[in-house]
């Protein structure tokens, strides 16, 4: 009977530590959450934003793509924030953005004020896709780390299909003001959550403060012995300084691998994905599905594919390794483009069968298919893995900041390629910049499936060829 209390100790101790570990997963995912809402709301919005503003294409390009241009001032200015303050404060820091963006939209007298929203909208966005995955990253053990990364992105999609289920449910009164507020209450709930986070042991030893780190260790952990193996990881870590700036400037592996991360995030964007999402509408009105409900709920199992092959990609991506799925889906993406492009040219020229109108549709879910099987998960993965200890922080968020501002640059220009060259034309660039990148991911991208991160820098540090810097 005595041995049982200090057992029944362990259990409860054991218990608490993985009820923590839920609990912050679930907190920091929530931010995910929020980073798919916001990119997914506005396609439903759009159509009686542009009635109520009377706006114009290129307003309406504007009132899209403000938020990526405040993710890139966020993901920028999160390195430094995130430092400074810690990864809970930031966390912090964007929930309210989040909440005082949200209603800004949704209560926006004029476009100026909606546009301004957005931006703070986008500053959340950029705040939470840096620190959230840093944040579960520092808080997991090093086991997960991977897995962790296609959870998050599996939220991202979760988030961006919620969106458009709530863009439908408004539709019917054409509530976009609803739409666009709502996001409010998961940011409430995120900012009450991000209040119970503990800080990352991580950073608060970093800050030298050693004994707060140990506490909160000691509740993550089921020994202390283990709290106290990690702690001293956690210092010997500590001993590699970032150097990022310092290091890009006069180490040319260094530059070679940010280059590489900046590269493979605007092949992402390039893609042409998220025209799909944030057009996806205007993209079933030119199909031939007029009436606004058919449209939206055409958008809704566009989201619900999304998240289906995020699944696959997370059960693929460890045994089929990155790069023979990055060629696949571009190759995917190139053909579900290109035969889109083939259907929109043909409704336009005055084909008016209904087969045409589902094969165009049949194409933009495998085009989104392709994509969340492959560059989705995939790049996230790699910017991860491609640099170098030293100067990982800043590899990061340069490759970061790149998927935003290219995402503000697609969102920006998709209306202005339509009136210029007609929207089949417009898939067709895509679909030759994909092909494209079939041919950079054969000649640049390495493949790192199963390949330890001290290994991939040795090999980059000695000046390997990129594309060999996982062999
Ligand atoms: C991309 C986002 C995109 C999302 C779609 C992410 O990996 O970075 O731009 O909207 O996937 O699921």
């Known amino acids: 009977m005595a041995d049982a209390l200090p057992a029944q100790d362990d259990l409860i101790r054991a218990v608490r530590a993985k009820r923590m570990k839920t609990f912050i997963t679930f907190a920091a995912g929530m931010a995910g959450l929020l980073f798919g809402l916001d990119i997914g709301v506005i396609s439903g919005a ?8 009377e706006l114009t294409s290129r307003l309406q390009e504007w009132v899209v793509s403000a938020m990526m241009l405040g993710a890139a001032l966020g993901a920028v200015s999160t390195g430094w924030i995130s430092f400074r303050l810690g990864r809970k404060t930031s966390l912090m820091t964007g929930a309210a953005l989040f909440v005082i963006g949200a209603l800004g939209c949704s209560l926006a007298p004029n476009v100026a004020i909606l546009i ?87 950073w608060l030893a970093s800050k030298g403060k050693f004994e707060k780190a140990k506490e909160i260790l000691r509740m993550l952990n089921t020994t202390d012995a283990k709290a106290d193996s990690e702690l001293n990881e956690i210092h010997e870590s500590l001993k590699v300084k970032q150097e990022g700036w310092g290091l890009f400037k006069e ?102 069968a209904l087969w045409i109108s589902i094969f165009a549709i049949l194409m933009t879910l495998f085009t989104i298919a392709s994509f969340a099987m492959s560059a989705g998960p995939v790049v996230w993965i790699l910017c991860s893995e491609i640099q170098p200890l030293k100067s990982r922080d800043f590899g990061v968020a340069c490759s970061t900041t790149t998927n935003w501002i290219v995402n503000m640059i697609i969102g920006a220009t998709f209306l202005t390629l339509i009136n210029t060259f007609g929207i089949a034309a417009t898939f067709w660039i895509y679909t030759g910049l994909n092909v494209l990148f079939i041919v950079l991911t054969i000649m640049l991208i390495p493949e790192t499936k199963g390949i330890s991160l001290e290994n991939i820098e040795r090999n980059l540090m000695e000046g390997k060829r990129l594309r060999e810097i996982g062999v």
């Open 46 to 53: 759009l159509p009686f934003i542009t009635t109520h503003f």
């Open 251 to 352: 180490n040319k592996n260094v530059r070679r691998a940010v280059y590489l991360g900046m590269l493979l995030q605007a092949m992402q964007q390039f893609t042409g994905m998220n025209v799909i999402l944030y057009y996806a509408p205007q993209i079933f009105k030119h199909a031939g599905f007029a009436n606004t409900e058919q449209q939206m709920i055409a958008t809704v199992i566009c989201g619900a594919t999304n998240v289906l092959a995020t699944l696959i990609a997370m059960k693929t991506v460890d045994k089929q390794g990155r790069k023979p799925v990055l060629k696949i889906g571009f190759a995917g993406i190139a053909l579900g483009t290109f035969l889109l492009g083939v259907c929109l040219y043909m409704i336009n020229a005055g084909f008016d």
């Open 116 to 202: 301004l929203s957005r931006v703070l909208l986008g500053f959340a966005v950029g705040i939470a896709s840096y620190v959230a995955p840093l944040y579960l990253s520092e808080m997991s053990e090093k086991e997960n780390r991977g897995k962790l990364i296609s959870m998050y992105q599996m939220l991202v999609t979760i988030g961006i299909l919620t969106a458009f289920i709530s863009d439908t449910i408004f539709s019917y009164g054409g509530h976009w003001r609803m739409m666009l507020g709502v996001i409010s209450v998961p940011a409430v709930l995120l900012m009450i959550a991000v209040f119970g986070l503990p800080d990352s042991p991580r």
